[in-house]
């Protein structure tokens, strides 16, 4: 297996390795500061990798991410249970915590505890979706959570998972060549991470499905996903942003089609899209 390139921390200022949650040693985070005063303004990255593998320091998961720092934006990578160690709902848990020890140590790392916008990719993606909509589910809590409120500025989501049941469904409409074992198997990456086969377990898929938490009260969300993603398909964020924009209304959600664009493609990164990404974010932090 090629070995996954990582980040020198060393390059960089900050506080690495730092545990926000007691639930795990796995539930550790790094803060990039940028130069300056600060308080800084917080892009709290979360990396993708089916559920069950990657690393919160793997190049391709956050250097487009620390580009953030030449903006004057801390970045705050963070690292959740995987599969193999938690099933849903722990994972979403950690996310979740992770955004309220920001909140709660703010003052000891030098955020902005009033802006804070959540990026990630595929599983990311997720995740990301997630730390918008359940700011206000308390079952997401867990006993060392304190009261302070989760609630974000912004996310970014790139080719997020959404309804598990339906992507297999939707890569055989799209005609794309299949490179990945089928979503509904009981060992895939879904049925991994909420425990049990996808196609036995219905309400399980229904509670990990981000749009049974949409409210009216969101964030402001961009998502963007590629048209040849042969892993997770398009649609899937295409009808999360149809739902979204019913219920929570359209100006809340910023939604592209990359034309051309597989899973994690280069696309993504080139520095017009990055330069869109940067734009929405500095809209959130306004």
Not at 23 to 38: A, H, Q, R, W, Y
Not at 200 to 217: F, G, I, M, Q, R
Not at 230 to 249: E, L, N, R, T
Not at 251 to 258: A, C, L, P, S, V
Request: proline content about 5%.
């Amino acid at each position: 297996m090629r070995e996954r390139k990582q980040v020198d921390i060393h390059n960089y200022h900050g506080s690495f390795d730092v545990q926000y949650s007691p639930v795990s040693k796995t539930c550790v985070m790094d803060i990039f500061l940028p130069e300056g005063e600060g308080p800084f303004p917080v892009i709290v990255s979360i990396h993708g990798g089916a559920f069950k593998k990657c690393d919160k320091r793997d190049e391709e998961m956050i250097l487009d991410m620390l580009h953030g720092l030449d903006k004057g934006y801390a970045v705050v990578g963070v690292n959740y249970r995987l599969s193999q160690e938690a099933q849903f709902p722990e994972p979403v848990k950690d996310i979740k915590q992770a955004i309220r020890f920001i909140k709660d140590h703010a003052d000891e790392y030098n955020l902005d505890k009033e802006k804070i916008v959540v990026w990630g990719g595929s599983a990311g993606g997720y995740f990301a979706l997630m730390s918008g909509l359940i700011d206000c589910y308390d079952e997401f809590d867990d006993e060392y959570s304190s009261n302070t409120n989760t609630k974000i500025q912004g996310l970014v989501a790139w080719f997020p998972p959404v309804h598990f049941s339906n992507m297999d469904n939707q890569l055989k409409s799209s005609g794309l060549l299949k490179v990945y074992p089928d979503h509904d198997d009981s060992q895939s990456p879904e049925s991994l991470f909420i425990g049990a086969p996808i196609t036995e377990s219905y309400e399980l898929v229904e509670k990990a499905n981000p749009e049974t938490y949409l409210h009216t009260d969101i964030c402001p969300m961009f998502i963007q996903h590629g048209r040849e993603d042969m892993i997770v398909p398009y649609q899937q964020s295409q009808d999360f942003v149809k739902k979204a924009k019913i219920i929570c209304g359209e100006e809340k959600i910023r939604y592209e089609i990359i034309e051309g664009a597989n899973h994690g493609d280069p696309l993504f990164s080139t520095l017009e899209n990055l330069n869109k990404v940067y734009a929405f974010i500095e809209e959130c932090f306004r």
